[in-house]
């Protein structure tokens, strides 16, 4: 059984920064596909950005400049550096593994307020 294990989130100020992690219990590596999605208040779960097996990244279009995905091999860890956050970045942000199957882990809040 693959586990997917969230960290980082927090109550943050408009304009600050946060590093989410996502700890997998098996190699990184051995999913074609590594991702964070959101989820908002009454809204339904959106992608954030991915980064394949082979270490390409790509983004939702509108988080660009400001989001970012990242990896560790050796720690099994996948990141998402948030930077310039804004209060519409508010969510429940949940890693996915991707191969002939579909993993999520549990989910960290993020809540950007004064």
């Known amino acids: 059984q693959v586990q997917l294990v969230e960290s980082g989130g927090g109550l943050v100020q408009p304009g600050g920064s946060l590093r989410l992690s996502c700890a997998v219990s098996r190699s990184i590596l051995s999913f074609s596909f590594m991702a964070w999605y959101r989820q908002a208040p009454g809204k339904q779960r959106e992608w954030v950005a991915e980064?394949?097996?082979?270490?390409?990244?790509t983004s939702k279009n509108s988080l660009k400049g400001r989001f970012t995905i990242s990896r560790d091999n050796d720690k099994n860890t996948v990141y998402l550096q948030m930077n310039s956050l804004k209060p519409e970045d508010t969510a429940v942000y949940y890693c996915n593994a991707r191969d002939a199957s579909i993993y999520w882990g549990q989910g960290t809040q993020v809540t950007v307020s004064s």
């Open positions: 980064i394949s097996s082979g270490g390409s990244t």
